[in-house]
């Protein structure tokens, strides 16, 4: 039987941190860690990126350097030009031991977002809908769409402001998108629902980003979020356009890269060009 | 003894390496301290901060622990940690630069300190001990508060590019002030954080 998974030992300093940090996701590419700041009393997420045994260590080393680096860059530079992500708080791409003995592994300390995800907020919002729909009478209908449309618009905008801040994401799908918890005392949302839509939009995850300003790239982000959209949240999809909305007035490029995304027949060529990336992991993972 | 001295609690630093910090006003004595870091002195290794080119506690702590790290890791790229703090807080490469713009000057008034306990003999009773004696100057506590009546923050922003961020402080207030804050401080934060990238 398989053994309990046991993820890999954290890298120092981390290994000195007292409680120690909260593993809570694993993806293809790292561990997302729950610590502490470099106050402790504010939380902070950790994103370590273990070196990969099965490469070559100098190819290693060299890969998840770039990487690490390129996602704190897009990051720094997001939360210089007010885009709402979460903000780098300490980095090291160097790994330790400094040779090919040495762990080649990178990490990433940023700033903690605390709220849901919209794809939780969504799937929530749309099974009550789907058991209770039918007791609403027409007007909280009405209400109860025009909140998600609301919420599609103001994510729209959002990302308006990560292209024009000249970052492309390259993996939006609404568990990249975050609603942070409003902090001051706000007047809840009186809603039968019980799924607050509040809050402001965060990107994270930007693993995958780059900077870039073609219409291109900026068309395969939106892209991939509505194919994303259209496939987990069926009840939504139909407030795509509220998206699109958001997205026009949100800056003005936006025109041209929404044309670029009708024109789509034409292939998006660069949608899920990252899956190359996870393919090749995959492959380079089996054993010889 | 002297309380003014803080113990700063960084997480994820081992118990064994403290930090020490005090911040003072009005020295009169900068000349001075900045001789003893020319000549060498070992009496006097500390990381001595023109605290106007201080934004906040955050900010200082990311270059403390930045230097820490790459202490831990060998990879220093000045002579010691508490030189190569003061050089974490320059966004450029060049280690004399440096020291001329967030070091102590001859004409420092506002001056934070920090000492790294990097051997036994460093305690908090030595090191408070030693700053009473050697530094002339009015001791303040190190918070956000006393932080910005001191920061040159038009200087702090031109030295890392970051002169199109709005100035907390300006008339507008309330949250945006509080906004204003949290974007410049996050974005020297980052910049420390990729120093050297």
């Known amino acids: 039987m398989a053994d309990e998974y046991k993820p890999p030992a954290l890298p120092a300093p981390f290994n000195n941190t007292n409680p120690a940090p ?54 720094t530079k997001l939360i210089r030009e007010g885009v709402s992500v979460p903000a780098v708080l300490a980095l090291d791409w160097e790994g330790q031991g400094g040779d090919e003995a040495g762990w080649g592994g990178a990490w990433l300390m940023m700033e903690w977002i605390d709220g849901p995800v919209v794809r939780v907020v969504l799937e929530q919002w749309e099974a009550w809908m789907k058991k209770n729909a039918s007791s609403l009478d027409v007007a909280q209908l009405e209400q109860e769409n025009a909140r998600v449309k609301a919420l599609l618009r103001r994510i729209g905008k959002t990302i308006g402001g990560l292209h024009k801040a000249g970052v492309v994401h390259g993996d939006l799908t609404t568990s990249n998108i975050m609603l942070r918890l409003p902090t001051e005392d706000i007047e809840a949302e009186t809603t039968p629902t019980g799924v607050s839509t509040q809050g402001e939009v965060v990107l994270i995850d930007f693993g995958l980003a780059s900077q870039s300003a073609q219409d291109e790239d900026r068309a395969v982000d939106l892209y991939v979020l509505e194919r994303a959209i259209g496939s987990t949240h069926p009840r939504s999809e139909p407030f795509m356009e509220e998206l699109v909305h958001g997205y026009r007035e949100s800056h003005r490029g936006a025109t041209s890269t929404l044309k670029r995304l009708e024109d789509n027949p034409v292939p998006l060529s660069n949608a899920y060009s990252h899956m190359d990336r996870i393919d090749l992991n995959w492959i380079l993972k089996t054993p010889r | ?58 900010h200082a702590t990311a270059a403390i622990f930045r230097a820490i790290n790459d202490y831990k890791n060998d990879r220093l790229k000045s002579h010691n940690v508490h030189s190569e703090i003061v050089f974490s807080l320059n966004p450029a490469n060049n280690i004399a630069d440096s020291f001329r713009k967030f070091g102590v000057a001859d004409s420092t008034k506002d001056l934070l ?24 100057g009015t001791p303040v506590t190190f918070d956000d508060q006393t932080i910005s009546e001191i920061s040159d923050v038009t200087r702090i922003k031109k030295m890392f590019k970051l002169g199109a961020l709005p100035s907390p402080g300006d008339k507008t207030g309330g949250t945006q002030n509080t906004n204003a804050k949290r974007q410049l401080e996050m974005s020297l934060v980052g910049a420390i954080a990729l120093r050297g990238s």
Do not use: W
Not at chain 1, 31 to 51: M, N
Not at chain 2, 50 to 58: H, L, N, P, T, Y
């Open chain 2, 1 to 58: 003894m002297a309380s003014y001295l803080e113990t700063l609690d960084i997480p994820h630093l081992p118990e064994s390496l403290s930090v020490y910090v005090a911040l003072y006003r009005d020295v009169q004595n900068a000349a001075f301290l900045r001789q003893q870091l020319l000549s060498g002195n070992k009496e006097f290794e500390y990381a001595f901060i023109d605290a106007s080119m201080v934004f906040s506690r955050a």
């Open chain 2, 113 to 136: 300190a920090v000492k790294v306990s990097v051997s036994p003999e460093i305690t908090r009773d030595s090191v408070a001990a030693h700053l009473e004696a050697s530094v002339q």
């Open chain 1, 22 to 75: 909260e593993l809570l996701t694993q993806g293809a590419e790292g561990h997302l860690y729950k610590t502490f700041s470099l106050d402790p009393s504010i939380p902070a997420a950790l994103k370590v990126r273990p070196s990969k045994p099965y490469r070559h260590p100098i190819l290693d080393r060299r890969l998840t350097r770039q990487r690490i680096i390129q996602e704190a860059r897009c990051l």
